[in-house]
């Protein structure tokens, strides 16, 4: 079968994975579904949306060939199709980021607030873990860090910071992570932790971009 403008076929087609991407939700899902294949009922529970509504988008982002779904019993698991899916995220994120005002507004209003100094890179993460100068902890849920974390990270849920800072010396650095550049957990953490006391920082990004960048991950055991 012959195409009249192939050029325009393959805009079309491109068009499709640019649409599927533009929505609020499915963003969210996929960075979710970045840490570690999930099903619709535990993305539906983490979102707090109807089932329903989970499944519809999920159908959506499959369609364009961005998540794949397997069946595992009862339940069907979604995963990235690869991870050029988290790159295309990361490049939508960077140009709201350069590009619009509103995007500045609520880095200035919120995150700023909680967290303005500079963050640690997964290089620096590395040094200073080899050489044991700080204390590296995952403020994720306790699922989410079952699914796969940094090698030596502690999992500390963001509602259990107050209870376990009580116990940390002061002097020693604490590093926190969680789901990306801008997941709040992270940011509200190191605040917490700063009002105590605690010498904190944030990781650059979260475990999406440390296992994109195919750096060890860890399983809980």
Request: proline fraction near 5%; aromatic fraction near 6%; charged fraction near 25%.
């Amino acid at each position: 079968m012959s195409i009249r403008n192939p050029k325009q076929a393959l805009y079309e087609q491109f068009a499709i994975v640019a649409k599927a991407l533009g929505h609020p939700l499915r963003l969210e899902l996929i960075e979710h579904i970045a840490q570690g294949a999930r099903s619709v009922e535990a993305l539906a529970a983490k979102l707090s949306q109807p089932v329903a509504n989970i499944s519809q988008h999920l159908q959506a982002l499959r369609r364009a060939g961005i998540v794949s779904a397997e069946r595992g019993g009862k339940f069907v698991h979604y995963s990235l199709a690869d991870a050029s899916v988290l790159s295309a995220f990361a490049a939508v994120r960077g140009v709201a980021e350069r590009q619009l005002a509103e995007v500045d507004r609520i880095v200035r209003g919120y995150f700023d607030a909680r967290d303005d100094m500079r963050p640690v890179t997964r290089e620096e993460l590395q040094t200073l873990m080899r050489d044991g100068l700080v204390t590296l902890i995952d403020v994720r849920p306790a699922d989410e860090f079952a699914l796969g974390h940094v090698p030596g990270a502690i999992n500390v849920p963001l509602g259990e910071i107050k209870v376990w800072s009580a116990d940390i010396a002061v002097g020693r650095e604490i590093v926190a992570y969680c789901r990306g550049p801008w997941c709040v957990m992270s940011f509200e953490a190191v605040a917490a932790l700063r009002s105590v006391g605690l010498a904190a920082r944030r990781l650059e990004d979260g475990m999406p971009e440390w296992k994109a960048a195919g750096l060890p991950v860890e399983m809980a055991g």
